[in-house]
């Protein structure tokens, strides 16, 4: 549901002057304006700076720009006419006490200036540059039946688009990581502060523009693709999924209606307790799979005990990474398995290593705000510990 209800109303006053003058035996009306910007919800403390106005009179094309940082006030006038008004500036704001700013936008159109004074109300919106595809959702730990036995094929991602242009899936990466956050370990050589190392990375297919997500649109992307709830009542219909991820055969139940993602490394099996951590990617244009596959093939060795283990993975750039999350246990965190640049925090489904609550449970990214075309904008600060809602009811069962 669209919110309307708004933190704080911020007024600036312009001060248009009323003026006559005589052109072409023609009085000219000119009318004031008074500005009320709508601050988007969940918005605390906010800050505007740098607030740019430009009215464009529809019948003429003739614009007016009105410059109101620190609440300037303009010394031009606008004549009677049917107007737009775009505007632009930054905001900053709180969350989780952590303080940021971002552009922000409005438009406005059909606005009728008769000669009287008026008051033109703006809802603001959130424009992050950097703003794009993250993840809304990871349902990793698997559902209960009735009978309380483990079931397994229900896990999902849900990738958004939250930004403000349509953006191309075609070879998206999703990738678990190898390293586990409840494992704590000395790797030699240690890239994790310029790369994410995995084993498990499948991709979208297509070819660069066959897969359009619009902005506040979102992709579900299922381990197995149908109706679990034909096994189990506790669980999902994922018949409708985007895309289903190819598993290990002992446990791949394949729905021809439904796109297969590409498996370049591992099967995607996902840990039901949440020990791994996951990554969004996407290879640069002149990457192909075999040349990363052959560029970022990764040995590494870590001690076990008084034994020196070697092992073989691949590694994602970090300038590859689109967005990332780490999961956990919180009793059995040791650490985080990736560059803090990428995630400084974590969320989990369950307290507890083991913890049978778990089940029926995901990590669900948190609502910043609803921009006023009715599309949220999910908060992405690169710390999974404020982004998330842990322990959240499925956002799919709800459906």
């Not at 704001?93 to 971002?102: A, G, P, T």
């Not at 075999?290 to 691949?314: C, M, P």
Request: aromatic residues 10%.
């Amino acid at each position: 549901m669209k919110k309307r209800i708004y933190s704080l109303i911020v007024i600036f006053n312009i001060l248009f002057t009323f003026a006559a003058c005589e052109r072409d035996n023609f009085d000219i009306k000119y009318s004031g304006i008074r500005i009320k910007l709508n601050v988007p919800t969940g918005i605390q403390n906010p800050n505007l700076t740098e607030i740019i106005l430009t009215f464009k009179e529809s019948n003429t094309g003739i614009e007016t720009i009105a410059m109101l940082d620190e609440m300037d006030k303009l010394d031009k006038v606008l004549p009677t006419g049917s107007y737009t008004v775009t505007l632009n500036g930054k905001i900053g704001y709180s969350r989780d006490n952590i303080r940021f700013v971002e552009k922000v936008k409005s438009y406005k159109d059909g606005i009728a200036l008769t000669g009287q004074d008026q008051t033109i109300s703006l809802d603001l919106f959130l424009a992050n540059d950097n703003a794009g595809f993250i993840f809304k959702e990871i349902f990793f730990t698997g559902t209960q039946t009735p009978e309380n036995k483990l079931y397994q094929g229900d896990k999902y991602f849900l990738i958004y688009n939250n930004s403000e242009d349509t953006l191309y899936a075609d070879k998206l990466l999703i990738s678990q990581s190898t390293f586990l956050t409840t494992t704590k370990r000395e790797y030699t050589p240690n890239v994790m502060n310029e790369a994410f190392t995995t084993t498990d990375i499948c991709m979208i297919p297509g070819n660069g523009m066959d897969y359009p997500i619009a902005p506040g649109h979102q992709l579900l992307i299922a381990s197995n693709a149908i109706d679990h709830t034909e096994s189990n009542p506790n669980s999902f219909d994922l018949k409708n999924a985007d895309f289903e991820m190819q598993l290990l055969a002992a446990i791949n139940v394949d729905n021809p209606e439904v796109t297969n993602t590409i498996t370049i490394s591992g099967s995607m099996t996902m840990h039901n307790r949440g020990f791994t951590s996951y990554v969004l990617a996407r290879l640069p244009e002149n990457v192909s799979v075999d040349d990363f596959k052959t560029e970022h093939y990764y040995t590494y060795s870590y001690l076990s005990g008084t034994r020196i283990v070697t092992a073989n993975a691949y590694k994602i750039p970090n300038s590859y990474i689109l967005d990332a999350v780490n999961l956990t246990v919180p009793t059995v965190f040791e650490w985080i398995v990736m560059s803090p640049q990428l995630d400084m925090g974590s969320s989990y489904a369950g307290k507890l290593d083991g913890d049978t609550n778990r089940f029926g449970k995901s990590v669900l990214r948190k609502e910043l705000t609803t921009n006023p075309d009715g599309r949220v904008i999910y908060q992405d600060t690169n710390n999974s510990t404020v982004d998330f809602i842990p322990e959240a009811t499925p956002s799919i069962k709800n459906k």
